[in-house]
C-alpha cells in the first residue's frame, strides 16, 4: 500500500472509529498514525483499539504508527449553586479555595498552584478563552479580578492562566499511570501535554525508558518561549494550534507555526499540525475552502504530518475527512511549485558525515535518473537525516527494527519496510533493490541509491552511499562488496 504523497496524516481514534472495519477503512483511505486520546476511554477500551491496529498492521503488511496523547493535568472551577451565571463586562469576581457552591459574585478555583503563581494584572480565561478577567489583587488563597470580557460561567469550567509559568508539573497521577499503560501496550510515541519547560518532557522520558519516543505539544506561551530547549529534549513537536489560539492572540498562532515547523525541519525532527484542520467535516460530508488551504499551507511549511481530532474520532465523515486530507496532500505534492518553496526553506549547514551522505543522497537523486533513495536505518536516526533532505524522489526506510519502523510512520517521505538483519553491504544493496521492486517503486531496469553505516547497527554511522541497479544479477557481478 504505497502512499503518494510524502506528507503523514495522523487519525484520531473515538466512538465514530472502534471497530475493525472502521479502523481499516481509514487506514486504507490514508492514515499513517491513529492517536489514542488518553483523555477519554478506559484503559481497557484503548487496549481494543490498540490491538485492532496491530491486526490491521498484521493483515495488510504495512507497518503502522500509534501516538497516545497524554491529557495532562487540568485547570478546572468548581461548582455554582445554580449550575450557571452570567458574568458581566466590568464588574467584579472572586476565585478562592473556599468549596462552597459559586455565585455571580465568586467561585472556588481547587488549585493552590495558580494562586501561588498569580501577581496582579494577570490574565485568567475561562471556557476555552469565552471569558476574559485580570487580577486586581490576590492572595495565597483568593484572587479579586476584574471582568474584562463577560459571558456564562457554569461548573467546572477550564481555566487558562496564560501570562505566567504555572508550578504545574506536565505528568499528572492519571497520566504517569496512562504513561505505564501505554509503555506496556507497545505504543510507539507519546504525545505530553501542559509541556511549559524541557524538565517536564525529560521527566516524561525518564518514565518511558525509551520504549515510545516523545512528541511535546506547544500549546502554551511558555513552551513558545522555551521551544529551542525544549524541541532539544524532545523526539518530535505537536503545534497545538487549539490551546494556542486561547491563551496567545489568534493572529499569532500562524507566524509561531510557521517558525516550529521551520525549527522542527533545521534539526531533522517530526512536526505536527494540529487542530480543526478539517473541523466542519464533523458534520459535513466536504470541508470548507479555507480548510483545504488551512491544511495546504501546512504541507507548503513542510510539516511532516497533519492531525485529525474530532473528524475521525466523532465525526459523521470519518472516512472521508481522512480521505479528503490525503487527497489535498496529494494535489499540492504534484504542484511543480511545490518542491521549489521546501527548497527555498532549508536553511541549515551540514556539518556531520551523516549529514553529508544524506545530502549527496538528495542532490545525485534529483540530478539523475534515480528512482528512490533506499536507507539502512536501526534506530532510525538515518531515515530521518534523509526525510529532513525532503527529497523529490521516493525514501524507502529499511529496518530490522519493527518498533523502528512504526516510529518512522510519522517521519515525512519515509516508506518503512521491515527486513532481515544484514553484515555486508552488499547484502544491503540487495535487499534495498527488491524492496523497491516488490514495492512498486522501482522496476529493474532502473536505479536507485543506497546508504548505510558500516558497521551495521550502529547509530549514528552512516558512512556509505552507491548508486546501485535494480537488477539483482547485475548487484552480484559487480566487484564492490
Not at 486520546?37 to 484503548?46: K, Q, R
Not at 544524506?358 to 528512482?371: F, M, P, Q, V, Y
Not at 525532503?390 to 510519522?410: D, F, Y
Amino acid at each position: 500500500m504505497r502512499r503518494k504523497r510524502s506528507l503523514k496524516i495522523v487519525a484520531t481514534l473515538g466512538p465514530a472509529s472502534s471497530t475493525y472495519e472502521t479502523i481499516r477503512a481509514l487506514f486504507e483511505a490514508g492514515a499513517d498514525v491513529f492517536r489514542l486520546n488518553m483523555s477519554h476511554g478506559a484503559h481497557d477500551d484503548i487496549q481494543v483499539k490498540h490491538q485492532i491496529i496491530r491486526d490491521i498492521e498484521r493483515d495488510t503488511g504495512r507497518s503502522i504508527g500509534i501516538l497516545a496523547d497524554l491529557q495532562g493535568p487540568k485547570l478546572r472551577c468548581g461548582v455554582f449553586a445554580n449550575d450557571t451565571e452570567e458574568l458581566v463586562s466590568g464588574e467584579s469576581f472572586r476565585f478562592d479555595l473556599d468549596k462552597t457552591p459559586g455565585d455571580l459574585k465568586r467561585v472556588c478555583l481547587p488549585h493552590k498552584e495558580i494562586f501561588d503563581a498569580l501577581e496582579p494584572n494577570t490574565t485568567l480565561l475561562v471556557n476555552d478563552g469565552k471569558i476574559r478577567v485580570k487580577v486586581k489583587d490576590c492572595g495565597k488563597d483568593y484572587a479579586n479580578c476584574i471582568v474584562e470580557v463577560g459571558g456564562e460561567i457554569s461548573n467546572r469550567k477550564g481555566v487558562n492562566v496564560p501570562d505566567v509559568i504555572l508550578p504545574v508539573a506536565a505528568l499528572s497521577e492519571k497520566d504517569k499511570k496512562d504513561l505505564k499503560f501505554a509503555c506496556e501496550l507497545g505504543v510507539d510515541w507519546l504525545a505530553l501535554s501542559f509541556v511549559q519547560r524541557p524538565e517536564d518532557v525529560i521527566e516524561a522520558r525518564e518514565l518511558a525508558h525509551g520504549r515510545a519516543a516523545i512528541v511535546s505539544k506547544i500549546e502554551k506561551p511558555a513552551a513558545v518561549t522555551s521551544f529551542e530547549s525544549i524541541l532539544e529534549v524532545s523526539d518530535g513537536i505537536m503545534v497545538a494550534r487549539g490551546d494556542l489560539g486561547v491563551e496567545l492572540p489568534v493572529q499569532a498562532v500562524p507566524p509561531i507555526q510557521k517558525r516550529l515547523i521551520r525549527g522542527c525541519r533545521a534539526v531533522g525532527k517530526p512536526v505536527i499540525v494540529a487542530t480543526q484542520m478539517m473541523e466542519s467535516m464533523i458534520e459535513s460530508p466536504v470541508p470548507t475552502r479555507a480548510e483545504v488551504s488551512d491544511v495546504a499551507t501546512a504541507i507548503y511549511e513542510g510539516a511532516d504530518a497533519v492531525m485529525l481530532s474530532a473528524e475521525s474520532a466523532m465525526g459523521d465523515y470519518a472516512v472521508e475527512a481522512v480521505s479528503t486530507m490525503n487527497n489535498v496532500a496529494e494535489e499540492v505534492e504534484s504542484d511543480p511549485n511545490y518542491f521549489n518553496v521546501i527548497a527555498a526553506s532549508r536553511s541549515r549547514a551540514n556539518t556531520t558525515i551523516p549529514e553529508a551522505i544524506t545530502l549527496a543522497a538528495r542532490e545525485i537523486a534529483e540530478s539523475t535518473d534515480i528512482k528512490a533513495i533506499c536507507c539502512f536505518t536501526d534506530s532510525g536516526s538515518t531515515a530521518v537525516l534523509v526525510s529532513r533532505e525532503k527529497a523529490m524522489v521516493p525514501i524507502l526506510a529499511l529496518t530490522p527494527n519493527v518498533g523502528t519502523a512504526r516510529r518512522l510512520t510519522l517521519v515525512w517521505g519515509l516508506h518503512t519496510v521491515v527486513t532481515n538483519t544484514v553484515s555486508r553491504f552488499k547484502l544491503a544493496v540487495v535487499s534495498a533493490a527488491r524492496a523497491a521492486r516488490t514495492q512498486g517503486f522501482a522496476s529493474e531496469d532502473d536505479k536507485i541509491v543506497v546508504i548505510a553505516g558500516v558497521p551495521f547497527n550502529t547509530a549514528g554511522s552512516t558512512n556509505i552511499l552507491r548508486v546501485a541497479p535494480v537488477d539483482e544479477k547485475q548487484i552480484f557481478d559487480s566487484e564492490a562488496d
